[in-house]
């Protein structure tokens, strides 16, 4: 079974940076594609980024393109999202998910979820 823990979250002023981190449990990491979500309250979850298991190949929301870049370490098992240019706007639980097979946007369509990290873009 594939767990996957976050870090890194936490309060920025906008305009500032953060660079969250997932570690996942085991060492067939390099098989799945990884990708980042995120819930503010009251809304409902969305797509952050995607990255394939090559490493390759890499997919963004509009809303966050050209601010955060995607990338991992298969040899640390771990995945991350370098978040520059902050807004508040971007505030929300952030979570990295992994699946097994192509990269998508959906979120139901991945099977193991880490529990998730806070961060807060302040004004």
């Known amino acids: 079974q594939v767990q996957l823990a976050e870090s890194g979250g936490g309060l920025v002023q906008a305009g500032g940076s953060l660079r969250l981190s997932c570690v996942a449990s085991e060492s067939t990491f390099s098989r799945y594609t990884m990708a980042w979500f995120r819930q503010a309250p009251g809304k409902e979850r969305e797509f952050v980024s995607v990255?394939?298991?090559?490493?390759?190949?890499?997919y963004y929301a509009d809303s966050v393109k050209d601010r955060f870049t995607i990338s991992r370490d298969n040899a640390k098992n771990t995945l991350y999202l370098q978040m520059n240019n902050l807004k508040p706007e971007d505030t929300a639980v952030y979570y990295c998910a992994a699946r097994l097979g192509a990269s998508v946007v959906g979120p139901y369509s991945y099977e193991y979820w880490g529990q998730g990290t806070q961060v807060t873009v302040s004004a």
């Open positions: 990255i394939s298991f090559v490493g390759g190949g890499t």
